[in-house]
């Protein structure tokens, strides 16, 4: 039988060899190029993908148009406007399930926004959150501005100075009449240029304007909730109220990989810290503010954090030290600093591991961006924290990341866009610029706490010269603020904030010097501190006729207890009855005021306020409690006793002259002594109902330190 097989020929001496994968192995990653502009698109040109222009529009001189945003490619903008579309048309479906089933008088109102031209898919959101009537009502939140307590006009001391914030759009435009209800909801429909309404309208009024948010499937990053409506709204309102002051992330390139299910900036760790921490501002919730509450949901958020960070934390990630700043910066507000300090040591041992604060060779655009923004905010974090606990600064030198020019590389910085009510279209907020400005500052600042204070809380006074000398660096910084940022100019609580920084360290870098008499030619520390007083109480009043001091800001309270203890000091040195005094009793009800406003949002400001209110004669502490319109429980003081655990100072721009202990932690001792003294004796101790306690006053000013 003949083989019907071909025959094999003989085997070569020298096989090639065949290489064969290993299942370790992996293939190269094809390196995702960024998406072209829509001339290069045409031409069919290699694009640079630089932004605002790339380098072929430049060289062309010719029209430079992106319809992609920064991090995408044309098919995940594809992707993206097809969910915009499926979106809008269930907005138009959900608009007429609307109009057939509710109540004429709901669906008339509903009509009228409609003709006055406003967005449809803000419209059913806001009948589904049932929230509509509200809107729509002439409310505190859309008032012409708010009055001050007591006395409704500003202070006359405070023009006796060059103030620049005297002559601001934002003072004009809420210190003279412009109009009142119910004309000003008209008058706000007819406003030309959408950027004037950050002038004539709370910052708190306005919506988040980012598409990614409104079709992000957030439940799937946390196990606490499963509700994204709910979660979408607490996103907003971080990057709206807390990312701008404190923007630990990138917020484009977070958003995009959250949107793609990405881990690689991030995380359901990342994704449960700003959940946690925007907790705070859900104002729905009456106890937000009771973090140790297992039934609150800022608690769940908080301790899944800790719990995913407890489980990361040997793995130094980007998310992972993004998510420990974001965490103690929420114990913070919860009165824990003293505990959550181990945070912020941990992320900058994290950051160190990965190199976080030194560029490397091979680093990627995208990583190039968010190292930068993190490293600099980890920087920025640790400056102010010492600065205003008197500690050595942890970081003695700032990040070698260069910082570019905010209006040349918008995409490194990302912009947030808001709208105001009855808005026709969303306004950038000046995200690269603050965060730009408030770098440099921080700079300046931690070369300040690191000549004051090379031992935790001991002062080291520097020279009048070297003070002289920062005086100079930061009045150059000053100057060179960019347009937005400038004093004539600003108006969001962001932008307000960066000049209330810079007088506070003006005054903590000259008041050590007013008692000891010195006198310069160059500069008088008298002059200087009590100008630069004037300008943060100036820019604090502002702050409240325009937005309030009901939203929750983070910082808020560090700056109202500055404020506050100052003028009780200035008080207890005026003539009862004087204008000077009825004027620092003006000061101290509103600092009260807003201290009690920000603790409905977070512990530890509720904690200062009771401290604060004990320290007031019987008299201020009861026309406090009126203008608060709070109601004494029992109890509450003694809760503080279980939970606070804070080592920040209370009252005090500088350790100058003092050497008492000021802290938190000082005044919840305090207050559990007095409680033992009234279980021995009724001396010293006032009953103001039968189940309620009251403590004699807490001294304001003390003159032993105290263990």
């Known amino acids: 039988m003949s083989n019907s097989l071909r025959p094999l020929l003989p085997n070569s001496p020298n096989p090639p060899r065949l290489e064969i994968p290993s299942p370790t192995q992996h293939r190269a990653k094809r390196t995702a190029t960024a998406a ?21 529009c430049i060289e062309r001189q010719t029209p430079c148009e992106y319809t992609t945003l920064p991090t995408e490619t044309h098919l995940r903008a594809q992707k993206r406007k097809l969910t915009d579309l499926e979106m809008k048309c269930q907005a138009y479906e959900d608009l007429f399930g609307i109009l057939r089933s509710r109540p004429d008088n709901e669906t008339a109102q509903v009509l009228n926004r409609l003709r006055s031209g406003d967005d449809v898919q803000t419209i059913v959101s806001a009948v589904q959150d049932g929230d509509l ?9 859309l008032r012409f501005r708010y009055e001050f307590p007591y006395l409704r006009d500003m202070p006359l001391h405070l023009s006796q100075w060059h103030n620049p914030y005297l002559e601001s759009i934002l003072y004009e435009k809420t210190g003279i009449l412009w109009t009142l209800p119910p004309a000003y909801l008209d008058a706000l429909k007819n406003v030309e240029n959408e950027v004037q309404k950050m002038y004539l309208v709370p910052y708190h009024t306005v919506e988040l304007d980012d598409p990614r948010i409104s079709s992000m499937n957030v439940s799937s990053w946390t196990k606490v909730s499963s509700d994204n409506a709910m979660l979408r709204v607490l996103l907003q309102i971080y990057f709206v109220f807390d990312f701008p002051f404190h923007p630990f992330f990138h917020k484009d390139l977070f958003l ?30 009456k106890n937000r503010a009771e973090y140790w509450s297992p039934d609150n949901l800022g608690y769940r958020f908080l301790a899944e954090a800790r719990r995913l960070f407890e489980l990361e934390q040997a793995n130094s990630t980007i998310t992972a030290i993004q998510a420990a700043a974001i965490i103690n910066s929420t114990c913070n507000l919860n009165g824990i600093d003293e505990i959550s300090w181990v945070y912020t040591y941990k992320a900058l041992e994290m950051a160190q591991n990965i190199s976080l604060f030194s560029p490397t060779p091979d680093e990627s655009r995208e990583w190039e961006i968010v190292a930068g923004t993190t490293a600099w905010c980890l920087f920025n974090s640790q400056a102010l924290a010492t600065f205003h606990t008197f500690q050595p600064p942890i970081l003695k030198d700032p990040p070698s990341r260069a910082l570019p020019d905010a209006d040349e590389a918008t995409a490194f910085y990302g912009e947030i866009r808001v709208k105001y009510p009855l808005g026709r279209e969303s306004i950038p907020t000046h995200n690269g610029q603050v965060f730009r400005a408030v770098s440099m500052f921080r700079v300046i600042m931690n070369e300040i706490t690191q000549v004051s204070f090379s031992q935790p809380r001991t002062f080291s006074r520097m020279s009048l010269g070297a003070a002289i000398d920062f005086r100079a660096r930061l009045l150059t910084w000053y100057d060179d603020l960019p347009q937005p940022l400038q004093a ?15 007088h506070i360290i003006l005054i903590s870098l000259f008041e050590p010097f007013m008692q000891i008499g010195y006198i310069h030619t160059e500069a008088n520390p008298s002059t200087i501190v009590n100008h630069s007083k004037a300008c943060f109480e100036t ?28 003028a009780l000091r200035d008080m207890s040195l005026a003539k009862k009855g004087s204008e000077a005094h009825e004027t620092l009793r003006s000061t101290i009800l509103l600092c009260g005021k807003g201290m009690w406003e920000q603790g409905q949002n977070y512990y530890a400001s509720e904690v200062v306020f009771r401290l604060f209110k004990q320290s007031l004669d019987p008299d201020d502490a009861q026309l406090l409690r009126e203008v608060t319109e709070m109601e004494e429980t029992d109890g509450r003081l003694d809760h503080m006793i ?18 008492a202990d000021r802290t938190l932690n000082h005044f919840i001792r305090w207050w559990e002594q007095s409680i033992q003294d009234k279980a021995q004796s009724s001396s010293g101790m006032e009953l103001d109902s039968p189940n309620v306690i009251i403590a004699a006053r807490y001294p304001h000013r003390l003159s032993v330190a105290q263990d």
């Open 539 to 566: 820019l604090l009043r502002i702050y409240y006729q325009r937005h309030g001091f009901e939203s929750v800001d983070i910082t808020l309270v560090q700056l109202l207890h500055l404020l506050g203890f100052s």
């Open 256 to 285: 995009e990989d959250m949107l793609a299910g990405n881990r690689r900036f991030c995380s359901p760790l990342l994704v449960n810290a700003i959940l946690g921490a925007a907790w705070h501002g859900y104002s729905k919730m």
């Open 642 to 659: 279980r939970e606070v655990r804070s080592l920040w100072p209370i009252g005090l721009f500088s350790m100058a002259e003092e050497t």
């Open 36 to 56: 072209a502009c829509e001339a290069c698109r045409k031409r069919k040109s290699k694009c640079s993908a630089e932004r605002p222009r790339c380098s072929v």
């Open 133 to 141: 009537l509200l809107q729509l009502a002439f409310k505190p939140d």
């Open 488 to 502: 004539r100019n600003i108006a969001l609580p962001s932008q307000l904030k960066i000049h209330i920084y810079y």
